[in-house]
């Protein structure tokens, strides 16, 4: 029964939102990288047009910016003198009364967003062109791609190899499994991703969803806790698909019911009850409601 359901459910992990209104507010998010790894300290900065207050995002990324309330351009500003590069990421924001999540912002080099933009177009061979040429640069020595990789791993690791490459390489493996259906090729990239030791967070979520697909319960639980287990929020919407934390939550429900262990499925769906229908994807919640008809 359980190999039955699995063949209807492996095309769901994917949204997101908050909100609420006075004189006053806060602003919450969290800033991160190509990888998904955070971005923090004093080379990346948070700031609001037209108002003094500025936040330096901690060591996981996070940052809380206060202000009156109103319409702003937010901007998020990463710098990297060693490296020669600086980059900026605008966005318009609106301040209300009360709190308001705004979820995670990446920050990636220049051809990783033209590449991202083609494959949200669709045109995931034009993806797959500017990521092979991406990573074939940064193999062969050329130093202009932005240096991004900020404050985790060893000196030595933080290279342009390492993100012109191993971000490269995340690319394919969406463009190959999701955008083209072909999940041998995809789970070769997403593997190369990994490559080293790196946690890339969006790579473990490809392979996750590919071992789902496979079968492979045990496989997808362990990723997706390793991902879910990392402070902050996972949110690739602002990259390619619109898959969140909720979604990695009721994929894990998947994976433990397909084990055998309904229980702890039943209580990972019901820690998201509530938010799967808002925030999640619809796949997320259709998916949640066919488990607890057969458990």
């Known amino acids: 029964m359980r190999n039955i359901i699995l063949a209807g459910l492996i095309a769901m992990l994917l949204g997101l939102v908050a909100c609420e209104g006075g004189s006053s507010g806060t602003l919450m998010g969290r800033v991160v990288d190509g990888f998904g790894n955070p971005l923090g300290g ?39 003198p060693a490296a020669g590069y600086r980059y900026r990421l605008d966005e318009q924001v609106a301040v209300i009364h009360g709190s308001r999540q705004l979820g995670t912002f990446t920050l990636l080099n220049v051809q990783n967003m033209v590449a991202w933009t083609e494959y949200q177009s669709g045109d995931y061979d034009s993806a797959i062109r500017v990521f092979t040429t991406q990573a074939n640069d940064a193999r062969s020595g050329q130093v202009w791609l932005p240096y991004m990789r900020y404050i985790e791993g060893e000196e030595n690791q933080n290279t342009l190899l390492t993100q012109g490459v191993l971000s490269a390489e995340n690319g394919l493996g ?17 593997d190369q991703s990994l490559f080293g030791g790196y946690n890339n967070y969006d790579a473990c979520v490809g392979l996750a969803g590919i071992a789902l697909g496979n079968g492979d319960a045990q496989t997808a639980l362990d990723l997706l806790d390793k991902v879910i287990a990392e402070p902050g929020y996972y949110d690739s919407s602002q990259i390619h698909d619109t898959i969140n934390e909720v979604d990695l939550i009721a994929a894990k429900s998947l994976a433990q019911f397909l084990l055998g262990e309904d229980i702890a499925s039943k209580e990972t769906a019901d820690s998201i009850a509530g938010k799967v229908a808002g925030d999640g994807n619809t796949g997320s919640n259709d998916l949640l409601i066919m488990l607890a008809k057969f458990r």
């Open 42 to 80: 004093e080379a990346v900065m948070v700031t609001l047009a037209g108002n003094p207050a500025v936040n330096y995002p901690d060591r996981w990324g996070n940052f809380i910016i206060h202000a009156p309330t109103g319409d702003y351009t937010m901007r998020i500003s990463f710098a990297n």
């Open 174 to 190: 969406w463009c190959f499994s999701r955008g083209k259906g072909n999940i041998q090729e995809g789970k070769v990239h997403f």
